[in-house]
């Protein structure tokens, strides 16, 4: 019975060698089975890395280094249009300063260009023999004296003092307009507003409109002149004061007046046409007169139907407008 154990023992002994051996055979078998396989190329494996690619990845992909191919070209060209043309300047060195000290000195000729860097006082005068083109501002401290100014654009000045100003075209005014001496308008003017003057001479006045006057209207002109009628009787006198357009004659009766025309009066300038003329009788003696009127375009006649009384005076008022 001691011994059956041992045999037990030596069973399995046997046992694991023959499993180890088996299992190392089966390694042996898979290192072999790798080892035998063949190798692949790289190309084949670049064929089969595209054949796994998505056809829309590969036109992004295209897309995108179209795009980087067309800003680089892009970019290139910029900098070539971007090239600035170079201008030959010369520098105002300390020697030619020290020649620009004597009477008259050149720098340079019409083909170079002078560039001055820093600020520039002149204390006498400077001449330019040819046009002169300003980038800035011209700031003038001074007076300007110009023989002609040509201005393409609008200007602004604060304050225009000329001896004479031609304009051909219109004028606006914003403003007041004040004219120290006459004015003179060649052709018609529109007013919006009113007109305010001491004084307005016209040789013609149209108005489409009333005429309104707040005080007198006083009818200037020279005196007429007149000529004694039959009608005055006597040593009979007559007198005329005021214009063309209105005055009073004055009528002193002599010893045994006739009837008929007192008085004519002349007008100092005649009428276009003839003129209507009114006359009214002054004081009680001319009232019982049965008074008339002959009239022209140069002159009017004051005459009655009935002899006045002898030694009477009284007047007549006129008044005449074409």
Same mark, same amino acid.
């Given at each position: ?56 990845? /590969? ?56 560039s001055i860097e820093s600020n ?6 400077? /001449? ?34 000329a001896n004479k100003l031609s304009?051909?075209?219109?004028? &606006? ?31 013609? /006045? ?29 040593g009979g006198t007559s007198s ?68 006045? &009384? ?13």
């Open positions: 019975m001691d011994n059956k154990p041992e045999e037990n023992n030596e069973l399995d002994t046997l046992e694991d060698p023959g499993t180890v051996v088996e299992n190392e055979q089966q390694k042996t078998g898979g290192d072999n089975a790798k080892a035998d396989k063949p190798k692949v190329s790289f190309a084949k494996r670049i064929q089969g890395l595209v054949s796994h690619l998505n056809i829309y990845l /590969l036109l992004f992909i295209l897309i995108l280094v179209l795009t980087g191919a067309i800003i680089f070209v892009g970019i290139q060209r910029n900098k070539k249009a971007d090239v600035e043309t170079t201008i030959n300047t010369q520098p105002l060195t300390k020697e030619t300063l020290e020649q620009l000290k004597g009477s008259e000195a050149k720098v340079g000729d019409p083909k170079q260009t002078l520039a006082i002149f204390t006498g005068k400077v /001449l330019f023999r040819d046009s002169i083109d300003v980038a800035g501002t011209i700031k003038v401290g001074g007076s300007l004296s110009l023989p002609g100014l040509t201005v393409s654009g609008e200007s602004n000045f604060d304050q225009i003092q304009v051909s075209g219109d004028v &606006s005014i914003q403003g007041q307009l004040t004219v120290q001496k006459n004015l003179t308008v060649s052709g018609g003017g529109s007013f919006g507003g009113g007109i305010s003057a001491p004084v307005v001479s016209t040789q013609s /006045l149209q108005i489409s409109g009333d005429l309104q006057f707040s005080r007198h209207l006083d009818a200037g002109g020279g005196t007429p002149g007149k000529v004694n009628g039959g009608a005055l009787g006597s005329v004061s005021g214009t063309d357009t209105a005055g009073t004659v004055q009528i002193n009766i002599g010893g045994g007046p006739p009837a008929g025309c007192f008085v004519t009066i002349y007008f100092t300038n005649s009428f276009n046409a003839t003129p209507h003329v009114i006359v009214t009788p002054v004081g009680g003696a001319g009232g019982g007169l049965n008074y008339y009127v002959d009239r022209s375009a140069s002159s009017f006649s004051i005459c009655s139907t009935n002899a006045a &009384s002898p030694g009477t005076s009284f007047s007549f008022d006129y008044m005449a407008v074409e």
